[in-house]
Every structure is written in C-alpha cells, then in structure tokens.
C-alpha cells in the first residue's frame, strides 16, 4: 500500500471514530438532559432535552443526527420508566433528528435556514406526540391534550439550542462538534 493510501487510510479511521464518539455524547446528552429536568404533561412530561436534539440534529449529519436523537431520547424513556413510550419516542425523534438534519445550514446556528429546520423538527415532533398520544391511548382528545405542553417544549428546546450554540460558537469549540465530511 502506498504511504499516500496509508495517510488517508488513518484519516479516514481517525474521523470516523471522532464522529461515533460525538454521535455517543450527544446520545448521553439527550438522554441526561430529556432526565435531568421535567415537567408533567398530559401523558408525559416536557423537558429540555430538545435542546440537544437541535444541536446534535444540526451539527451531525444523517444517519448520525437519526441516531443520536432516537436513541438518547428513547434511552431517556427506558430509564425514567416510560416503557411504553419506547418505540413512539425512537421513531419520533430519529425523524425529528433526520428531519433538522437535512434541512439545517450544516453546523451554522445563526441562519434562517437552520432556523426553519428547527421549527420543522419541533413541529413534527408536536404531531408525532399527538398521533402516538391519541394511538396509545385510544383517544383523540387525549393526543390533542399534549399539544400545548409539547408547544411549550418546542419553544424552551428552540431557546436552548440558541443559547448553548451561541456558546458553542462564542467560545470556538463548535468545530470540535460539527461533523466534517470523510
């Protein structure tokens, strides 16, 4: 094997295993922070691990923004004993996270068009607690009795993404987060 092939070889290994590592930590990040801070809603609870679902969506690209937010979210839901939201909350959110992903400026916080795929992921995300919500529990009513507190969940996960990118960008550590092509 030539030196070049060698020297590509180890770059290639050495950003895959960067973004396997980033698609973890934004895993535990979700899954914390969904954990950390709730507030119950009909049928569930809001919390703020939307906000990481935003930036791990944004600043990972598809398949790992699907991952990283599937799974954290879910994981968040095995352990605060939520079992039966499992599955609805993995295909919602790995939606969500490829929805953000594929619309988002690629790692640019501050634009408009990062801001509409946020928007997006949070509205997809209020229909799909409504549908899994009416589903689960065999009542349409029930489904619609979330919307306002997953409304609200939408708005506060929109402010903490802002919050923490601009942080992020502020103190130049953005780069070390933000997915680069392979």
Known sequence: ????DK???MKINREGARIITLT????ALICVATLFFKVPIPLGYAHLGNGFIFLAAVFLKNPY?????GVGSALADLLGGYAEWIIPTLIIKCLMGALISLISA?????SVRTFLAVLAGAVEMVAGYTVAGAL?????PAGFAQIPGLTAEGIVGMVLFYVVGAVCEKAGVKKYFVQHNI
């Open 24 to 27: 973890g930590l934004f895993m």
């Open 106 to 110: 690629n790692g640019k916080v501050k």
């Open 65 to 69: 923004a699907m991952i990283a937010t």
């Open 136 to 140: 689960l529990y065999g009542s349409i």
């Open 1 to 4: 094997m030539r030196e070049a």
């Open 7 to 9: 020297k590509d070889n």
